[in-house]
């Protein structure tokens, strides 16, 4: 059994729609973030970073003791590798999903989760954050229009890749885009939201992209305020 520390943010979704897609059996554990849950020395054994999601393997290849892993590509990745699915083996092919993923890791995630805040969050407008961060998510929603134009799915076979950048897409309102500006994106899009397994992802789960009130305690728990 594998437990998945788990709160409804486009990182967390990545690793429920793996858990639905390939049938591995976890365990949710949810993690109010609003609460401070991320905090508890119980999590940050498993997680130094304070951040979700994060795993716990009990029954580990090979055996041994339980493996703890916390950032989202990694969990990603060894996934994969335990279920022996969505990554390619040969070196051209992994390297294609691999590269991807960490585009997503490093690029897609970062920049639509800065404009997510300064749109979402924020409590005053501040212009120039909402307009650098716009238009540097757009032109990443652009990378991946024209990476989609010749193949179905990002490294071509549905993979990893796939569902690390699809709850970064979920969102787009939030991030300021239309995806009718992205028609090859558009239809990746639609393509993986009717699979059954993102549906059972995404059942009953509510958009952090929703402009709510947020009260000063909740803005310093999540942000350090």
Not at 64 to 72: K, T, V
Not at 114 to 125: D, K, L, M, T
Request: charged share 20%.
């Amino acid at each position: 059994m594998i437990d998945l520390y788990f709160a409804a943010t486009p990182n967390g979704l990545k690793i429920k729609l793996f858990f639905e897609e390939s049938g591995l059996p976890c365990r949710v554990i949810p993690v109010s973030l609003s609460k401070g849950e991320q905090f508890e020395p119980s999590f940050l054994a498993i997680s130094p970073n304070n951040k979700i999601p994060a795993i716990v393997d009990h029954a580990p290849l090979g055996g041994g003791a339980p493996i703890n892993l916390f950032e989202s590509g990694a969990i990603l990745l060894y996934l994969a590798e335990k279920s022996g699915r969505f990554l390619p083996q040969g070196t051209r092919e992994r390297g294609e999903v691999l590269q991807w993923l960490f585009w997503q890791v490093g690029g897609l995630g970062p920049m639509a989760g800065q404009i997510g805040h300064f749109n979402i969050y924020a409590p005053e407008p501040v212009p120039y954050a909402i307009d650098r961060y716009t238009r540097e998510t757009a032109r990443l929603y652009g990378v991946l229009d024209r990476r989609l134009a010749d193949r179905p799915f990002i490294a071509g076979e549905y993979s990893i890749a796939d569902m690390a950048i699809y709850p970064w897409i979920v969102p787009h309102e939030g991030h300021g885009q239309s995806l009718d500006n992205f028609p090859h994106l558009l239809r990746w899009f639609e393509t993986i939201g009717a699979r059954p397994a993102a549906q059972r992802t995404y059942a009953g789960v509510e958009s952090s992209y929703v402009r709510r009130h947020v009260s000063e305690e909740e803005r310093r728990v999540l942000f350090g305020k």
